[in-house]
């Protein structure tokens, strides 16, 4: 078993959409929580960083994490085409990146 | 803002070949990370160094070796190439002093084994 499981999706979704992806993982020594966004060939482009339990908002992205369920979840309000991507949840203890499978996301007109 | 560069962007070689690829961090980074990520599949850390000290070892084949410089800047040397390390190499960088868990990443390397 991963030590990190992303839903894995694909999504596709309207345009407009809130969009919900989400990961678990099992290890608790885990204390920093990122998200990702990869567009096809790129290189992955930091999302959102988190190191507490509780909500981050950043423009259209919030951030939320549940350390005592070992979840986190990434929601996306009023989707648009351009979002349209693979998303990777990321965590660390410290140093090196443990990474969810990713989640295709289309945002469709 | 500055971001992460590598290169070359992409390599073609051949079996039993040596590729050598480079990353330059953002600028004030002192620390590296190397990640290779398979088609479809999500990014593996091979290895990272803070001040040009190997700071943590995944899983990176023996035939594979990195370094970074006194300017901070890192290469992935690997050798004896198989049709197996066809993927796309990354390298991200972050700064410890800020806590060190925001790593950037750059664009990419991608390797193609024939």
């Known amino acids: 078993q991963k030590e990190v499981e992303q839903d894995p999706g694909p999504l596709s979704v309207p345009e407009g959409a809130i969009v919900s992806l989400n990961c678990t993982y099992s290890n608790s020594a885990f204390q920093y929580f990122m998200w990702y966004r990869q567009y096809s060939r790129k290189g992955p482009e930091l999302l959102m960083y988190t190191y507490s339990s509780g909500n981050k908002e950043d423009g259209r992205f919030t951030a939320q994490v549940d350390k005592s369920s070992k979840y986190i979840s990434l929601f996306i309000r009023d989707s648009q085409p351009s979002d349209s991507a693979t998303y990777l949840c990321a965590m660390t203890s410290y140093g090196k990146l443990t990474f969810g499978q990713g989640t295709i996301l289309t945002v469709h007109p | ?114």
């Open chain 2, 1 to 114: 803002a500055a971001g992460v560069i590598q290169s070359p962007r992409h390599l073609i070689k051949e079996k039993r070949e040596t590729a050598t690829l480079k990353c330059y961090p953002i600028p004030r980074h002192d620390t590296v990370y190397w990640y290779q990520q398979g088609p479809g599949q999500d990014p593996q850390f091979l290895i990272s160094f803070y001040e040009k000290m190997q700071s943590d070892k995944g899983s990176i084949p023996d035939r594979f070796s990195a370094q970074q410089f006194s300017d901070y800047h890192s290469e992935l040397n690997m050798s004896s190439l198989e049709l197996g390390d066809s993927a796309l190499y990354f390298c991200a960088s972050s700064l410890k002093l800020a806590g060190g868990n925001e790593q950037y990443f750059g664009p990419g390397t991608r390797l193609t084994v024939t």
